[in-house]
């Protein structure tokens, strides 16, 4: 990797190579900056997912079907950090892709699997939400954990055979010079993946958490009433005050990935755009940061994670609070 160089020499991805591509310049200042910010990043949502998976994992007492999506999401945020952020860092540095071909297409796979994963799981925790407030009499029988992790297992499963499908038969062009990875697609390939990855799903998951939130907000008024008026709560009231938290809670994730998210999908659309390539840059790594927010959110309003991650931190306790 090359660092500064006199003010005109161009520097080479490849210099062997006559097709290589232009490397940006940068000073040596500017490559420790953004490797070091990159690498904090990258390990900051590697280590906070960590804490999720541990804490689902460990404690038999949060394998609930619930949490089993929470599990998996957080699965994909963590390879998101382990993976994709180190990968983009250096292309965005190094403006060169080193990698070769193979690994090229192979990344890109991942890079569409894992996001499409994660909303995958957001409308199944969404579906899960919706039972559990909506209908919380027939939750025990219809949201189990078999079914639970069958329906994570086909999420992914799906999302691998869609990513696959569009990566080896999309149309392929010839990259302008050797060292870019690159995924050129047809306009209307374009427009069915933000329909079926984007559209589609968050239509599904607002309008469910719109019918969570109606239901959830006249149940808590009618417990509010119950409790102003003098009268004991039966453990169901309870339990549907607590249920309606936690929708709120997994609310605020959603509404947290559709903020990273629809300024990417709107990117997509416009190819043509004139917006410079940092605010693209910028615009990506935002769906990026979104898998290091996640965890931040359980931390604030999920008592179980805070507690858990303090028995994890505290390794002598873990053993004995399974």
């Not at 639970?148 to 999420?155: A, E, G, P």
């Not at 047809?186 to 019918?211: E, G, K, N, Q």
């Not at 339990?239 to 990417?264: D, N």
Request: hydrophobic share 45%; charged share 10%; with cysteine.
């Amino acid at each position: 990797m090359a660092y500064e160089t006199e003010a005109h020499e161009t520097q080479y991805c490849f210099p062997a190579i006559n097709s290589s591509c232009i490397k940006t310049k940068r000073s040596r200042h500017e490559y420790n900056i953004m490797y070091v910010f990159f690498s904090l990043l990258s390990v900051w949502t590697v280590f906070l997912n960590l804490l999720v998976i541990i804490s689902i994992s460990h404690f038999k007492k949060l394998h609930t079907p619930t949490n089993m999506l929470i599990l998996s999401l957080a699965v994909a945020d963590l390879l998101i950090g382990l993976i994709i952020m180190p990968l983009e860092a250096i292309r965005l540095i190094e403006t060169c892709w080193y990698f070769g071909d193979t690994f090229c297409k192979l990344i890109l796979i991942i890079m569409g699997l894992l996001p499409f994963t994660s909303l995958s799981n957001l409308v199944l925790i969404a579906v899960d939400r919706y039972v559990a407030v909506c209908h919380p009499l027939l939750y025990p029988q219809k949201i189990t954990m078999t079914r639970t992790i069958i329906m994570i297992c086909v999420s992914w499963f799906c999302s691998s055979a869609y990513n696959i499908s569009a990566v080896t038969t999309s149309s392929k062009s010839k990259y302008t010079c050797y060292g870019e990875c690159t995924f050129i697609t047809t306009f209307a390939l374009t427009i069915m993946d933000v329909f079926l990855s984007f559209l589609l799903p968050c239509t599904v998951i607002i309008t469910l958490y719109l019918r969570i939130f109606y239901v959830a907000h006249h149940q808590v008024k009618v417990i509010n009433s119950l409790m102003r008026s003098g009268k004991h709560l039966t453990e169901g009231s309870v339990r549907r005050k607590s249920e309606s938290k936690a929708a709120l809670t997994l609310g605020i994730i959603m509404t947290v990935y559709l903020f990273c998210w629809i300024p990417y999908y709107t990117l997509n659309l416009t190819p043509n755009t004139s917006m410079t390539s940092v605010t693209a840059y910028f615009i990506l790594w935002m769906v990026y940061i979104n898998s290091g927010v996640n965890p931040l959110i359980y931390a604030i309003f999920y008592p179980w994670f805070r507690t858990s991650v303090k028995h994890i931190l505290n390794l002598s306790n873990i053993f004995n609070t399974a």
